[in-house]
């Protein structure tokens, strides 16, 4: 959908179908603005966005991780139950954490800055690489030439040049290999010589809540670099809706009291084996409120991170339209609708050459089915799309060209191939 790439009406922080899922719209809309991620942040959405390792002692050296991607390139879950060392002694703890600090890094997003001077002999401009925002990653991955890391999108995006801080303070400047907005994952990759070890990712399904788990980054910027906060996972399988720079999103979570704060996004949540079993993302800050952080599940994590490195992005179907929320429309738009359309989705611009264009879609359609799936809002569109439609499918679209219901058939082409 071009909702991805024209945005610029838009704000900008796997599947489970079991029964006990919970959502949190009705906290969201009343706590949505004391989200906050790193420095830079994604937002939990109130729902009126406007137009829109198994543990072995230690983790794995170089050496291991070298061996282990010659083998194949996929990064894969480790199965083995995530709560099997809460009874570690805190020796054992601290020996775990020690080892795994060596694979988190800061990450600090540069972004140029003009600024304008005036001399005798007229204005002269100048740029300058200056610090946006800051964040952690996670090395997972090292072979002979380059180590990988995963983060969040927000805390990358937009950045001319990522700065990346390792284990006992080296620098280097990182290489985005790909990001994926909507579900808020990025990968980057650094030479391998500045680093000595990766983390495995655990199997997040295992998770209960009580079980033990160790959140590492660098709250506030690098000066409180590898800060280590210690909590219970709350609840499993919750569900928060995000507004991102490629629209919004009901991103499942791992919900966490360990205290996670501006800076730990994209940084690790550990189980006491020292597997990462989360990547922490999100949490509200609000008056009254303490213990809820967020953290995108590994088994989440993992898909993403390997389609990101055989691809550079996640393929999606794609319609090629922007979209604005019905309720959110003025109303000189809307008054030619039937009283009884109350839900929907309106069409705001359409890709020239797009699967919409073709199909015959135009700016001020309504959108109010997809398949005889009710479309409440553009959140509603996006997630059937993505999640049950494939590539080459054909959706049918339920429209109104305002008082008049038509039906139009959309064949869907790959975001990859716009």
């Known amino acids: 959908m071009n909702d991805e790439k024209n945005n610029s009406q838009l704000e900008k922080e796997k599947k489970s179908n079991k029964p006990n899922r919970l959502r949190f719209k009705g906290l969201m809309n009343t706590l949505a603005g004391g989200i906050i991620g790193s420095v830079l942040t994604i937002t939990i959405l109130p729902q009126t966005n406007f137009f829109e390792v198994a543990f072995s002692s230690s983790p794995l050296t170089a050496e291991q991780a070298s061996s282990q991607s ?3 390139n996929a990064v894969t879950v480790q199965k083995t139950a ?62 002979d030439k380059n180590a990988f890391i995963v983060t969040n999108n927000h805390v990358i995006e937009g950045a001319q040049e990522i700065a990346v801080t390792v284990y006992g303070g080296e620098k280097t400047t ?81 919900q966490t009291d360990a205290a996670i704060n501006p800076g730990n996004s994209g940084g690790a949540l550990v189980n006491t084996t020292g597997q990462v ?36 992005q996640v393929e ?12 959110e429309v003025p109303q000189m738009y809307t008054q030619n609708l039937p009283n009884e359309i109350e839900g929907g989705v309106m069409v705001t611009n359409i890709d020239p050459g797009s ?17 005889d799936r009710k479309v409440e809002n553009s959140a509603d569109l996006r997630k059937y799309l993505y999640s049950e439609l494939e590539i080459g499918e054909t959706a049918s679209l339920s429209i109104y060209r305002g008082s008049e219901k038509k039906s139009i058939e959309v064949f869907l082409t790959s975001n990859n191939s716009n």
Do not use: H
């Not at 020796?91 to 304008?116: C, F, H, L, W, Y």
């Open 277 to 312: 079993i989360g990547m922490n993302s999100l949490k509200i800050a609000e008056d009254g409120v303490e213990g809820l952080g967020f953290a995108i599940p590994s088994n989440d994590l993992v898909p993403i991170i390997n389609e990101i490195m055989e691809k550079g």
């Open 174 to 254: 990182a290489e985005l290999v790909g990001a994926d907005p909507l579900t808020d994952i990025a990968v980057l990759k650094i030479d391998a010589k500045y680093v000595t070890a990766a983390l495995e990712f655990g199997d997040s399904s295992t998770l209960r809540a009580g079980d033990t788990v160790l959140a590492i980054g660098n709250p506030l910027g690098l000066d409180l670099s590898n800060t280590v906060t210690q909590g219970i996972v709350s609840a499993v399988d919750r569900t928060v809706s995000v507004s991102t720079s490629a629209g919004n999103w009901d991103l499942n979570v791992i």
């Open 70 to 72: 010659s083998q194949t």
């Open 82 to 143: 995530a709560g099997s060392g809460d009874a570690a002694s805190a020796s054992v703890i601290a020996d775990m954490v020690e080892e795994s600090s060596k694979s988190i890094v800061g990450i600090v997003n540069m972004q140029t800055q003009t600024e304008n001077f005036r001399f005798s002999n007229g204005e002269n401009n100048r740029s300058e690489a200056v610090e946006s925002g800051s964040g952690t990653g996670v090395i997972y991955k090292i072979n």
């Open 316 to 327: 999606r179907p794609y319609i090629g339209v922007g979209l604005a929320n019905l309720e």
């Open 355 to 371: 699967a919409a264009a073709k199909a015959g879609l135009q700016v001020q359609d309504v959108i109010v089915s997809i398949n």
